[in-house]
């Protein structure tokens, strides 16, 4: 009988202590789509990357940044420089021209990721009312010298608003006016009211002086900020970062051999706060009660 009491006691004492915690976050995160690596702050399963970030994307075959106005194909991440360029199936280019439609992120999307300073929003085909080319003309910049003539007459696409033609000895200019604008400007006011019918983007790389439009690096560039909670020191450890899906309360995922869910891996710190301390005071108090009853029994 007291062989079985003890080998009961025993039994119990190491699921409490030794058997790892469980949670709602994600057990396994995938780290590619397609061709690009999926790391933190970003992730494309339950529970993974920053829940600030949770829903934005959608890996089918290839990876999509998901907004408000629609879902943009991911051309690459620069995790060293914080940076994702992605591309709007439905602006105009140098090679097709498309009816306009507005480019608009959700007020989270602003915050944390919004197009860098070095994308360009080329306004193209404006009225003669519109208001960047009247109140806010201030709002259109020069872009590496370029102008509308040469943006009208080099890009296949945009040769129909060249609308330049002989008058007797000279060339009457009725071109449209266009506008190199920030993002700040398509983001306050919609294509309708900037009163101009398409729109194309381009990342200023600094490398744009003379170089033709059709060279352009067409795309747009968002630029993300990372929020420092831990997941290098996570990352280090061997662990993967993320997040409690209830609670958003973050969590280093890590190995099958080390599955509980911590701050890192191999014995760190437990979400629940201490190193792995709800198992060290099971520990200490079922020793307790173990060498109580060791008193009782001899």
Known sequence: MTRLFFFFFFSFIYTVTFQPLTTSGATSCRTLCGNIPINYPFGIDDGCGSPQFKGMFNCSTDLFFLTPSGSYKVQRIDYQKNTMVVFDPAMS?????????????????????????????ALLNCSNDSPVHNRYRN????????????LY?????????NTSSPSGNSTVNTTPYCCFTSY????VMSMNILDCSHYTTVIDNGKMRDVAPLD??????????????GCDRCQKSGGTCGFDAETEIFLCQCPASNNNPTRECGGGMTDRGGCNSTNINYTIILLAMFMSLIDIVL
């Open 216 to 229: 352009w690096s067409y795309g747009i560039e968002l630029s993300y900020s990372m929020p420092e909670i």
């Open 153 to 161: 007459s080099s890009c296949t696409s945009f040769r129909i608003f």
């Open 184 to 187: 700040d400007t398509v983001r």
């Open 93 to 121: 280019t140098c090679s097709i021209l498309q009816p306009h439609h507005d480019f608009k992120m959700a007020d989270i999307q602003n915050a944390l990721i919004r197009p860098s300073y070095d994308t360009v929003f």
């Open 139 to 150: 709002l259109c910049f020069n872009v590496a010298g370029h102008s509308c003539n040469e």
